[in-house]
């Protein structure tokens, strides 16, 4: 096991409390906390002891205890999760940092669930979006009409190519939704649309995960290797799947 492994087991909610972040439990396994993440007045980081980890609604900052001790005390990730697992008390797992393969069992179905989950959730993502991209163009154009003029030209050119697009992306399959992903991994394709666009990694999917685990209940609880299992069939290159 890795400092990084090791400091899983500490609950986000006792974290905080230890770092005199302001906020409470406000339940069985859970509690709310001001965002150390971004300037919070309000309690927006939610805390769960059910996977250890906490998810801000406002700035959706993720992560676990380590990346809370990182960012309240200024350490690095290394420090920090050594610090975390010092004042609780546990032992601090020596030798390389390099992940031990341990024989942890990857439910197959429970990853395939998940994954599902995740794609549905960056399709309609990337629907609202470049919906959203099409009404605010067609506002824009709304405020100056110009039908004839070659501005009102460009933009409707441009938001009919938006609204076309997010249709095709409500109408996606599992299937192409995959090869979508595939497709911008291998070639960038999608961030044509635009600063902001959702850009399918492992980054946006960890992202999608934490949130599902989140606030969907029926969003399956996975383990670590199951996490890492689902983000690897998620940017898969191939049509094999494992
Ligand atoms: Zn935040």
């Known amino acids: 096991m890795t400092v990084f492994e090791a ?12 770092l005199g972040i302001e906020g409470k439990r406000t339940g069985a396994g859970q509690g709310r906390w001001r965002c150390p993440f971004h300037d919070d007045r309000h309690p927006s980081m939610a805390c769960y002891d059910s996977t250890n980890r906490y ?18 005390r200024g350490l690095s990730p290394v420090e920090a999760a050594r610090a975390a697992l ?11 940092d390099r992940p031990r393969r341990e024989a942890v069992t990857v439910r197959r179905d429970v990853v395939a669930r998940a994954v599902r989950a995740i794609r549905g959730e960056f399709r309609r ?6 919906q959203g991209q099409a009404d605010g163009m067609v506002s824009v154009m709304e405020k100056a009409p110009d039908p004839d003029g070659w501005k009102w030209n460009h933009a ?22 995959q090869a979508e992903i595939c497709e911008s991994l291998l070639n960038d394709r999608l961030p044509q649309w635009g600063e902001g666009t959702p850009t399918p990694g492992r980054t946006l999917f960890r ?12 969003f399956p609880r996975l383990n670590l290797s199951e996490q890492v299992a689902a983000l690897d069939e998620l940017c898969r290159l191939t049509k094999e799947s494992a």
């Not at 998810?55 to 309240?72: E, P, Q, R």
Request: with cysteine; aromatic share 8%.
């Open 7 to 18: 400091v899983k087991q500490i609950s986000c909610n006792d974290a905080a409390e230890r």
């Open 55 to 72: 998810y801000c609604f406002t700035c959706h900052a993720s992560g676990d205890a380590a990346n809370l001790y990182a960012k309240v």
């Open 86 to 96: 010092t004042e609780f008390g546990m032992e601090i797992p020596g030798g390389c």
């Open 125 to 130: 993502g990337m629907g609202m979006f470049l």
């Open 156 to 177: 409707l050119q441009r938001a009919c190519k938006m609204q076309e697009e997010a249709a095709r992306w409500d109408a996606m399959t599992d299937e192409d939704v």
């Open 207 to 218: 992202e999608i995960m934490d949130e599902l685990e989140c606030r969907d209940e029926k």
